[in-house]
């Protein structure tokens, strides 16, 4: 893995926002997997800054998302669409029909989980996937147990998870209890990937995510395995790191 040390979080999400600038740059019709969380929000920023600027065209790009809640309605201020139309789809020039996320409401949700991943085939792969770290590590919400094999299913939410996650909503109670999300061998798959990572609470985190050894009881250990994975950390996430 690629470990990168950024001064603090505003130098993390422009350089985040230039690794996904840079990759259109490359390739136009890119396919971006994408993540939520208080850690990217920087980044869309940097990205819609840019798109303003006239830097940068989303036309031809499609998106899928790692995770939705299960349970909230469709229209709910706090789902991942939600996040995603506030930080991002409102503020560019990405189609509408090729931005892709789990569909929490789904009543069929095994039918649901196999129609992304035929989804996610046919547009070709994720080129470049952005991820976030859990402090339980894990990614999209595969939690510690997770197999490596797996791919997008249905999570019950670890406790440590929603109550990460507490602070988006009005009460503890509030915080959903499943989510879909893409599987380790879904996020695997992805040609490249980008890792950010915020902030001293996440400095253990980080640190077994790099030097664990790959075990399914941190999930994030599993991209040990992938060949090009590049980490943006910033200084105060990198505290537990050696040298
Ligand atoms: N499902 C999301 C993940 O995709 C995200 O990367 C992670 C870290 O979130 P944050 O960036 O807010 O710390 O937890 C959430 O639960």
């Known amino acids: 893995m690629d470990i990168r040390i950024c001064k603090n979080y505003e130098d993390l999400s422009t350089k985040a926002g230039a690794r996904v600038a840079g990759q259109i740059a490359e390739k136009e019709n890119s396919v971006l997997g994408l993540a939520t969380g208080g850690t990217p929000e920087g ?103 997770t197999p490596f094999s797996s791919t997008t299913h249905v999570v019950e939410l670890d406790e440590k998870t929603r109550e990460a996650n507490a602070r988006f909503f009005d009460k503890r109670s509030d915080v959903p209890k499943k989510a879909i999300t893409m599987g380790i061998e879904t996020i695997l798959a992805a040609r490249e990937i980008l890792v950010l990572v915020s902030g001293l609470d996440k400095a253990e985190a980080l640190s077994a995510m790099l030097y664990r050894e790959v075990t399914a009881a941190f999930p994030a250990t599993a991209l040990q395995k992938h060949p090009n994975v590049t980490v943006l950390a910033d200084e105060q996430a990198a505290k537990g790191l050696p040298g």
């Open 43 to 145: 980044m869309y920023r940097q990205l819609a800054e840019q798109y303003q600027k006239g830097a940068l065209s989303f036309r031809q790009v499609t998106t899928f998302n790692l995770d939705e809640y299960i349970g909230l309605p469709t229209s709910h201020s706090l789902n991942y669409h939600a996040y995603m139309k506030t930080h991002l789809f409102s503020k560019v020039d990405l189609l509408t029909e090729n931005t892709y996320l789990p569909d929490g409401g789904a009543m069929d949700l095994t039918a649901e989980c196999e129609r992304y991943e035929t989804l996610l085939r046919e547009a070709g792969g994720v080129d470049l996937q952005v991820l976030g770290l859990g402090h339980n590590g894990h990614i999209g919400f595969n939690e510690p147990g």
